[in-house]
């Protein structure tokens, strides 16, 4: 960390600040040029808090080197991390798909859902049970329902599922659930990370709606710090001021989230774009820019269901995509899934 | 709302959306153009799910006529909503300055601050017990003891407080606090905003990060949706691409909220810009937009204090924008407070 | 068009607006609600001020239906525009590199680079002689020798170049250039957009820095309303929160271009990242989500040229992607290259 | 400027960069640690490529310290600039009005509010002859005719004038033109900065759609590289995602420019909302903020007016504002104006 001391700085301060960074358990290199006065701390900075400092009247800027993160951190843990849930591995070279409904509805159509894209090669079912709804009028879930009816999609099919958790209280009914997933609008609620962390199971990470990807990596480094290691990071799309689709995928953040940690990375087209017909094409970018997953919301009758999963594609769509996406994979490096 | 219907429909597909429309309990003003198919939804909408439509085969786009939120609505709640807590009346042409500590540290601390922003004329005392940090290695707040040194600065003071709540579980311990904060980042946890608007008690909004005024409102909603009439919102800058200041301090849409909501709003200058020296000159823009309040990070001794408020403006700071901005408030129909 | 009036609308206010829209050759569809009027407009609203009638006392908000653009606009020319250019050949599922250096350097620094990257399937060479710089003390680019040079490495090679132009004295410059580039910063440069629309050469329209896919094809339909029918529209990423990467690369913005508009688009990972080690990845990536081509930066020797092309890959890198990029073409019904 | 080197670096490619850096006439301190090499960078680094470096192999960051711009710089010229204009002054604690209508229509229109505007206060008469609009099928203004009615009214009234200046070809129109206007899409468009700069007349210079307070002032540099010194910065709303105002009016860039530069700073308030009736709420926030100016579109005759001007406020709405934001004034520490 570096900290750029104003040219106006009065000696006491500066003093004083030196001697409160040391009191931190950290070196400090002075330097002191004519235009300016520079400070390098040297040691663990990770939990020296950045806008502290910032904020003190005889500081100019502070520039961070090190990254925050430390469990999520490639310099500490070179190797992939490869989680592996069922016939599910994620990370390491291998591809998976994730599938199955915006929600689930009912015994027939989550079973109908999952068998169908089993066969198309996915290999792990999603569904939600606890819906994140900007309204309250809109319709929440089945809620504890809901995640019963997965459980027995998981037993007819043998694929393990994946469904959110939206609050601590909830957590009691993930006893059969695989992966638990934070949403979204969850990826900086603290308290639930921690808790979440605590539970001995995988986790798939939503990057927030408009979070960066270190505050991305920062939630991460929330439920590692508890004891979990197997975060799965899912980006779906981030705001922005285009308004043609939902969000905006940032494919970018693959290859950058590859160079910066060791955890696995899927993409969800579907919810970054909100729009069924961009969800093929941007699987395909998604493969070709190496990510190690696609979740797909996948839906048995979109034509006939009209209040629900219609901004999903079909099974028949999704296994064009799976088929697909298996012919790029040889081309990064990655295991064919088929 | 209006559904702009594909030039291309299948005329069954379209008997379909209008039969559902209509089982939704809303009636259908069907317009047919040469370029364009268009249905008028009439009746109450606000519980229709608009990505839903949007995603149909048939959908060129959906868009909405009435806002979605209702009790928050200013069309069926002409009047403003005021809200008293102690002597600080928020609304109705009231102007009302909240102050304190970003975060509880001692007895001595907390009192001392409270005695000093009471006399600067603070009408509420505001500080941090839990603290929602982005790093799981910067201080989480004092937590249940921090409210308790809250409680104690009330008794010693007779101010009004509020504080954050993160968690559910949390609010056994929220019994004194006079008004509870939901933070930016669980802006949109919405099973912690469905809890809050049972308690009964008075809450202060944050927007969220990344939220649109919208999201916001229906935010409010959820809460009062519970019951709870007295929200008080509180505008905190936005993100945006800018990076000189933490956040960008949105103060449009303070005379947008008018319009949209009965609901009172206030401004938070310390968290939007993360720079205590542009706190005095957000204050007075925030007065002079029409803001129905201000909440300001204040610290006793910001100057000594190192590793926490140096970013907080000084009492001495505090009384002086109070000052300044008590003589503004006549000239946008506010009431003097001092 | 719709404009929906408010319920406390003034009568005379509403007949105005009435006879006014008549008057621009409109027709005018009436729906009287019990919560609000709405009017219908019919006709070729392409000319019609959005942001006017948004503005009206009256109004209380103002819908598009039909998208402003019309040259540009797949509705009314369904077939792909083709653009060819010599060897190269951009649309109608043909995929084309264009590659070279940043900046024109020297004579022999572009003929090798020409030369190198022809050889590794370019089929248009690129080169910045007129150079849009931050900094009025950074390195402007060769200008008129620049373009020399490049017409020199033309010779050598037979490949067609690209050029960026900045103002219109430069035009004159243009003749022996084959595709004039509008740089992101000039996208709304409307002046010059009008001159380059009157050469009759096919123009490289990059994306504007915050640009909307609507306002790019809007600068697209200022070209080609003064009779330019080959553009070429290039992605090269978007202004966003997120500093990891210099921009973000909006790929969905290729298929939802694809419904759009018949003209092709190619993607420049280059600028879009800033990272050189990105560039492979998100190449595959734009082939992967449908693109018509890349424009790549290439650099001869980047390890030694310090003070350029130092963010460029090398003709060995760029041929390595070129290859396998090849492999993925036939996958999105794309020829390939090699 | 501080460099910071990769872990992993290649001494020979050290040596390089420190060699490179050395012949741009700069010092370099090298500071190794255990965990990374830091080159601080001494001297004027206003010219160095910041981009460049940080795509060299063995950069991990670069961070600049010293800010790029010189002239614009309050550090070597710490004295408010002040730019008199006619009775104008723009700095200094002067505040100024700025009003007009957003486009010229004839001489009767412009001679009636240039005489309306400066009875309620106004000191400059503002009015668009060239128009920058996103379609080409919009009224493009009334270009050289504009002008001479513009200066018509100035003959009238005595007010000085300014208006937007679009390309370099129109520059000889502007003799009779006191102040030149560069508007928010031109921002980045350095030949006309570079030509606009070296006519000798003050510019008034519109913050770009989404351009960064940096960015701004590197354009400022660009014009007064070449000799001007008058410029008037305009804060006119930056994109943001927030759609209820057309853009997000930055009011925090203020005080953060008053620092950062001796310029002069209005407000424009018309452009930034796009409704009316936000225009006094937010004129009374510019005030607040310590803007040193406001620039207002002000119509004659809004309500029968369909087809322009109605966004803007009618002059008796202009002499309340003036009114009221004079009395503002004095607590800002601004000279009253009425």
Redesign the interface.
Known sequence: M?I?VKQSHDQK?LD??IK?VKSQGLEV?L?V????T?L?L?GDT??V?I???????IV??V?R??E?FKCANRKFHPDDTIVKVGDAVFGGGNFTFIAGPCSVESEQQIIGIAQAVKEAGAKVLRGGAFK????????QGLRGTGIELLVKAKKETGLPIVTEV?????LSLFDDVDIIQIGA??M?????L?EVGKVGKPVLLKRG??S????WL?SA??IM?EGCKDIILCERG?????????N?????????LRELTHLPVVVDPSH???????VP??S???????ADGLMIEVHND???A???G??SITPEQFADITK?VN??LP??DKKPIL
Not at 33 to 36: C, F, K, L, M, T
Not at 272 to 278: F, Y
């Open positions: 570096i750029v301060q004083n600040l409160w290199d330097s040029g004519s235009h300016s520079i390098g040297i990770s939990k808090d806008d502290l400092i910032n904020a003190l009247d100019e800027s520039k080197i090190q925050p994140p709804r900007t309204s309250p009028y809109s319709f939206m609050s601590v209280s909830q609008r969850n900086q609620n603290f308290e639930l921690k709606l408009a960066t990807i270190e505050e920062m480094e929330y710090s981030i705001r922005t001021y285009e308004t043609y689709t939902r905006t995928l940032d494919l970018s953040a693959i290859p950058v970054a774009s909100g729009i069924a017909r961009l094409p941007l395909m970018a998604a493969a070709g820019v190496g979109p034509k006939h009209l209040c629900d219609a901004q697909k012919t790029i081309l990064v």
